[in-house]
């Protein structure tokens, strides 16, 4: 057995329901993203410019584009002899199976699989977070500190920390307390749903975890309490960036548009810290004579002969002219034939809009289902 | 079709194109904004099911085998056949040892394939080349040339072979070199179909002959000795031997007709090496218009008739016209360029005026990336 010192899970089997239309076929963290990526590329290339080279992924919602996508993990530099990445679907045995109740049994029925690697710590994530961070400085925190679990944790203003799970801890980082969307919080401390575990000591609290009828089998609401309840060395580590969870429509199609200002706080132009993704071999994009593009990011293959402002907009997209699109997301290979306008819309996969069609009233995001023919002419929603 | 191996003989003329090859053999000269000439002949084979490939470069390969990797673009990264690099070419054997030549021929030799396709890469086109392997064998012909017809002789296709067809057999009669005197020419694209045992005849002539001349001029020779079969090639072809050519071919493919042709054929598509770069980012102010660009780029400037290729940032105030940019370019505030070439890594300075003319483009040499 080789032993890899930290093993990163990335929960990628949430479903999204309310990201509606965009999560009918495909896992949240497969949702197209950022004119060419998919949400979970931003945990795969953390991971693997983190150093970290085995990544268990947990899929249970719609699965399959969201592991086709990984596939065996090369885009990530992933595809390894030993460690490398690895789906891991809830599967049958001979005492029956079971689907992934809640984040700690995923993990739970996955021991077996962080066994094989004897790992020193493992690192939790979440599929569905949009952010760039070193998990290499957390773990050394985590060591520094002697902690049983790091939570990592994003100041959030105080009005929006009812919306979080919140941290509690004392002046030198030590977590007291953990309130799930509290109604009045007393930290603004939000967890980021990222932790590093000590791998013996997760291990015993998950088995206990399983043994009880009552548990919701919830990293933050079984295993996170039943740790501070047994006095255990919890840390939370401050992460400071940019860091979204595109949970709704709305907070999606803001975080595009977050890439469209030219110092975007992503960073999807840092060259030592690049996003990775699975890129077909597709010709350059071609911009016509009589285009007009403003703050807008444009994929390769595509082809925009009308005016493009405030968008962005996936590969293999043509753009017809005469048309507008403004404040827009359009995702792969959708056409926009002449004279179309599309206002504050975000069109999934392979939508085509005839010539002479309006879409979006400007105010609420329109989106639009993927593969749909949008005919007839006048408003669309 | 029958199962074909290819050989790419990339031992090709760069006299007139130096400036882009002094780091590099035509065949990854980058092109169409994010392609290599190379790549157009290697999709081409495969795109016919072509699925062992063998790449015959001179020296100077370095960024060929950086591009080529283990051929994972072009699905070559077989456990079975797949894509091979041999460091020589089929032109100067005399140069090389006859040893490394005898364990280059085991590789032919190993190969099941009984036919062979032999091509150089500096004819950039998209081919249907199951159709013309099925022309072939339907021809009952010992040797399949490729040709395309032109009507621009004069200016293009320097020093390429010439074919002389007979107007009513269609048979050739001759080959001889395009020397640009007049306009109509059928010019030969070095493709050639045949039987593996006759290629490894004339490797095995060619050595024994110390023969200076092109290999090619070997397979003509044999016109009237075995039977030849000529096969017109109908769509755009251009041959990236000259930097006038090289200018020519790019400014091309902003012709959404060539391009589609070209690049934007979905059942043969143009295979290249993959970079990980974000999309291009068009800032408030930019104006870009027919022109090709490349992701990763970021884009304040001005951008009218041009190719850039990945990573070029065109800074506010800058314009560039009439121009091909490579990878990794800066061009800095209120720089104005025109039909220029700049190769790789190179840094343009504020206010810069470069200017060229359609004819003579000005080259800007690759930068190494010391500092």
Known sequence: MIHKNMVALILAGGQGSRLGAMTRKVAKPAVPFGGKYRIIDFALSNCSNSGIDTVGILTQYKPQQLSSHIGIGTPWDLDRVHGGVAILPPYMSEAGGDWYRGTANAVYQNLGYLDQFDPSYVLILSGDHIYKMDYRKMLDAHIAAGADATIAVIDVPLEEASRFGIMNTDETGRITSFDEKPEHPKST???????????????????????????????????????????????????????????????????????????????LFQNDWKLYTETASIPSQYIGAEAKLTDSLISEGCVILGEVEHSVIFPGVKIGRNVRVVDSIIMEDCVLEDNVIVNKSILLTGVTVKANN???????????????????????? | MRDYMAILNLAENENDIRALTTNRPIASIPIGSRYRVVDFMLSNLVNAGVRNVGVFTESNSRSLADHLGTGKPWDLNRKIDGLFLFNHGLCNLMYTDSKLIKNNMEYIYRSKSKDVILSSSYMVCNMDLAAVAEAHEASGADITVVYTHTNRADTDFSNCFTLNIDPDTGEITGAGKNIAVGKEADICMEIFLMKKERLTDFIYKSTSLNSVGSFYNLIFDQLGVLKFNAYRFEGYVSCINTVSSYFKSNMDMLDLDVSSELFRNSDRPIFTKIKDEPPTLYVKGCKVGNSLIADGCRIEGTVTDSLLGRYVDVEEGAVVENSIILQNVRI?????????IIDKNVDIDENTVLK????????????NLLR
Request: net charge negative; hydrophobic share 40%; glycine share 8%.
């Open chain 1, 189 to 267: 401390l939000a967890s980021m749903g990222i932790y590093i575990f000590s791998y013996a000591n997760l291990k015993k609290h998950l088995e206990d975890d399983a043994l009880d009828p009552a548990s919701d089998n919830d990293f933050g609401k079984n295993i996170i309490p039943a740790m501070l309840a047994a006095g255990e060395n919890l840390q939370a580590y401050r992460f400071e960036g940019y860091w979204k969870d595109v949970g709704t429509v709305q907070s999606f199609w803001e975080a595009n548009m977050d890439l469209l200002k030219a110092d975007n706080d992503v960073k």
């Open chain 2, 356 to 367: 060229g003319n359609e004819f003579f483009p000005l080259v800007i040499e690759k930068r």
């Open chain 2, 332 to 340: 800095h505030k209120n720089a104005h360029l025109s039909h220029v």
């Open chain 1, 358 to 381: 309006v879409v979006g009233n400007g105010a609420d995001i329109a989106v639009i289902d993927e593969g749909r023919v949008l005919s007839g002419s006048g408003y669309l929603n």
